[in-house]
């Protein structure tokens, strides 16, 4: 979920020339991808407590993936957008619910050495994504840069398989 904009952050000036928009629309770019957290953060926990983590993660990183990868190939700045909107829907409830499953399977140190592991990669990746992002952009366009989002489908797979569908 960390990965929305830090990853594709260093295309952002190529995706507005390509699209002949502006700088002052970058804003936007980020806002759509990072904007749902703030709605559907919540509503996301609810329906994982209601229906099972399961039932809630596989489809958040199934649209965080296919969204992510949809938008390589937005053929406007509007539908750009509109799929960063609904990839952002997807990622809303990734970091929440990873700290939700470390809660769900262990316990004290452990459960608190797991966490702050956790808040160490989400921060490490602040430091490597922008890099990877703008390495992928140089190699390949813009467009290249949003090929990582393809590990949300693998993950959607992982975890569909081995995270118990009757578990609350």
Not at 3 to 23: K, M, R, T
Not at 63 to 80: D, E, H, K, N
Not at 149 to 161: K, N, P, S
Request: aromatic share 8%.
């Amino acid at each position: 979920g960390i990965l929305a904009n830090p990853l594709v952050g260093p295309a952002i000036p190529d995706i507005l020339e390509a699209f002949d928009q502006p700088d002052s629309r970058a804003g936007l770019f980020v806002a759509a991808g990072t904007l749902p957290g703030i709605v559907m953060a919540p509503v996301i926990g609810v329906l994982a407590d209601r229906f099972g983590r399961r039932a809630v993660l596989v489809p958040c990183l199934t649209a965080f993936g296919a969204f992510g990868l949809l938008s390589a190939l937005a053929p406007t700045f509007q539908i750009l957008l509109g799929l960063r909107l609904l990839q952002g829907i997807g990622s809303a409830g990734l970091i929440n619910l990873a700290v939700v499953l470390l809660g769900d399977h262990w316990t004290g140190l452990e459960r608190a050495r797991l966490v702050g592991q956790n808040a160490a990669v989400l921060t490490l990746s602040l430091a490597i994504f922008p890099p990877i992002g703008g390495l992928l952009t140089e190699i390949g366009g813009w467009r290249l840069s949003f090929a990582p989002y393809a590990i949300g489908l693998a993950t959607a797979v992982l975890i569909f398989r081995r995270l118990d569908p009757a578990r609350p």
